[in-house]
């Protein structure tokens, strides 16, 4: 089964919260991919992909070169934990 492009962006913000990338690469691809992908994420879920862009692109990626190291994977980490309660649907976006 084809993934979703929202499901390839949450994947994608897990392999780095696991180790798997480095704060810039996140960075610098994550924007990309959001950016790329944008008018399909709109598709699946307007609401998510606005989330996904303001929260996890504005206020997260986009401060990969600004932000410590410790203090930009907490910020990921904490924006990715509320992107998941959201797309379970425990949360509504007002």
């Known amino acids: ?6 499901e390839f962006l949450m994947h994608m913000t897990k392999d ?6 480095d704060s810039y690469s996140y ?9 790329f992908r944008y008018n399909k994420l709109v598709k699946e879920d307007r609401e998510i ?7 996890l692109v504005e206020e997260g990626a986009s401060l990969y070169d600004v ?3 410790e203090e930009f994977r907490e910020k990921i980490e904490k ?3 509320y992107l998941v309660e ?9």
Do not use: T, W
């Open 67 to 69: 932000l410590p190291e």
């Open 49 to 55: 992909a606005d989330f996904i862009y303001r929260c």
């Open 27 to 35: 960075g610098m691809d994550f924007s990309h991919e959001v950016g």
């Open 16 to 21: 780095y919260l696991e180790g798997k990338s």
């Open 86 to 94: 959201i797309y379970n649907g425990n949360v509504d976006l007002l």
């Open 79 to 81: 924006e990715y934990a």
């Open 1 to 6: 089964m084809k993934q979703s492009n929202i």
